[in-house]
């Protein structure tokens, strides 16, 4: 039976197979989801801002230094990191406000930290104006994108 | 960052009179507009962590339609107004005589009526906060979301208090009394400095 395992704002969790890793109410925010497959570990990082600017407090809600920190805990628990493949969803603009341009920022942010640390990008869906939730499968790797669609229906796409 | 940090509960106590100000002034407003008695709930003050928020608000994923109204001034934040599918169709029936199917199509009137709801209800709570603390307050254009509702009040959260790790919100419910239920959910967030600000105004520190 799979665990399906809520990952808050602005926080991660590690887990390894079969669990489902889950979040939600991504707007500007980022979920970026990281696998080991072949270690079967796999984390879900919910990203509020792109870099951290204190070196106290919740850190994990920052691109910088949140994913590398995601990271180190995979490796931790017996992930290779040379293994790692990313998927990523977010990065909204849910209100049409001037000067909130946090979720470009977020996405960009975090595609250059994933490219630095050599991790590859499957797949993304990113911009747009409608919040996302998602659930990510450790198990084969597959990303379930829900959003508000049509006659307030939820409309799923699989990543 | 916290709220936590800086909020005490003799502070606690003003918030919740400010939130019972400004909301009751805003069910009256409501009242007046729909001609039933608007009932507000005691008004909460909730601190509540990040990654814990999916967890406080019961149903995260619903789909809402907020009103999104910026306060600026002499203590900038957000003002938030937010109704449940439900309620939003019973409100633009009320006034209007029809309501939409569903509220993630809603038409350019509809949409108009229920931002303007929410605008009027946001600005009458700002404009007696400013009376109550004789503070300079205006309040900005509304921006109307439909949306799920997790989404709406961390992005709404972080737009006023971008570093803070956890949320403040001065919170109230409305409801039609002994009518269909009319849920609406009002709250405020302050920006970091605003809160000092009104405390000093009310000869605290």
């Known amino acids: 039976m799979e665990e399906k395992i809520m990952i808050g704002i602005g926080e991660f969790k590690v887990a390894k197979n079969p669990s489902i890793l889950v979040t939600l109410g991504l707007g500007s925010c980022v979920g970026v989801c990281l696998r080991d497959k072949y270690n079967h570990i796999g984390g879900m990082i919910h990203i509020m801002l792109p870099e951290a600017k204190e070196s106290s407090g919740n850190l994990s809600k920052y691109a910088y230094p949140g994913i590398k920190l995601m990271v180190d805990e995979m490796v931790k628990r017996g992930a290779d990191a040379k293994n790692f493949e990313a998927k990523i969803a977010g990065g909204a603009s849910m209100f049409e406000s001037k000067g909130f341009e946090i979720g470009k920022k977020n996405s960009d942010k975090v595609k250059e930290i ?42 799923i796409v699989e990543l | 960052m916290r709220w936590k940090d800086s909020i005490n509960s003799m502070k606690l106590d003003v918030l919740k009179e400010i939130g019972n100000i400004g909301a009751g002034n805003a069910a009256t407003s409501l009242s007046t507009m729909l001609s039933k008695e608007v009932e507000i709930e005691v008004p909460q003050v909730n601190l509540v962590e990040l990654p814990d928020l999916f967890n406080y608000l019961k149903s995260p994923e619903e789909i809402v339609a907020s009103t999104i109204v910026g306060i600026k001034g002499d203590a900038p934040g957000k003002m938030l107004m937010n109704f449940d599918s439900a309620s939003t169709k019973h409100l633009i029936s009320l006034l209007t005589g029809e309501s939409p199917e569903d509220i993630t199509s809603m038409n350019e009137m509809q949409s108009s009526v229920i931002s303007e709801i929410g605008n009027i209800l946001c600005s009458t709570y700002v404009i007696s906060l400013s009376n109550f603390t004789s503070l300079f307050l205006e309040t900005e254009v509304p921006i109307l979301v439909v949306d799920m509702f997790a989404a709406i009040i961390s992005e709404t959260s972080m737009m006023a208090a971008t570093d803070y790790d956890d949320v403040l919100m001065i919170e109230t419910t409305l409801k039609i009394r002994n009518g269909k239920d009319l849920n609406g959910f009002l709250t405020m967030f302050p920006q970091p400095g605003s809160l000092e600000k009104i405390f000093q105004k009310l000869g605290m520190s």
């Open chain 1, 114 to 155: 994933l490219h630095q640390l050599g991790i590859r990008v499957l797949s993304e869906d990113i911009g747009g104006n409608r919040a996302r939730s998602l659930e990510y499968r450790i198990e084969d790797g597959t990303l379930f994108v829900k959003k508000v669609g049509g006659k307030e229906s939820i409309e």
